[in-house]
C-alpha cells in the first residue's frame, strides 16, 4: 500500500496584509451580501469576482422554497461575470458570509464541493490561476489558486 498526501499553501492575513485592489475585492464581496436572497437559512453570502481589465463583478447566494434550484454566491457570480464578459479571466474571486445574526462571520467560509467543482472548471478553461480570498472578520486566508479547493477534481480528461 502507497500513502499520499496532499498538501497546499495559503496565506492567512488581514485587510491591511491585502493590496488595494484585493480589498477592493473583499469590500465588494461584503456589499454582494446586500444581495443576498436568503429568506429561508437567512446566511447571506457576497462574492466578487476581479476581471482581468480590473471591472468587478458581484454575484450572491439566491435561495428558492425549492432548496435545491437555488443558487450559491461563487457559482451566481462566476458564471454571470462569464456570461457578459466571455473574453475576459477571473484572476481573483473573493467570498464573505453573514450569519443568521447579520453579522459578518469571525472565520472564513469556503465554497461548498458544487462551487469548488465550477470554480476549478473556470480555472482551466482560462488556463490561469484564480486567487481566491476567504474573508472572516479575525482572518483573511488567500490561496494561489482554486484548484487548491479541490485536490482530488473530476474534470474534462476523466471523460476521455
Known sequence: MLRKTFQFDYDVCDLSDLSSTERDLVEAAQKACETSYAPYSHFHVGAAALLEDGTIFIGSNQEN????????AERCTIYAA???????RIPALAIAAKGCDGKFLE?????CGACRQALLEIEQYQESPMHILLYGTECIYRLEKAADLLPLHFDCEALS
Open 65 to 72: 422554497a425549492s432548496f435545491t434550484v437555488g443558487t450559491c
Open 82 to 88: 462569464h456570461a457578459h464578459y466571455p473574453a475576459s
Open 107 to 111: 472565520l472564513p467560509i469556503t465554497p
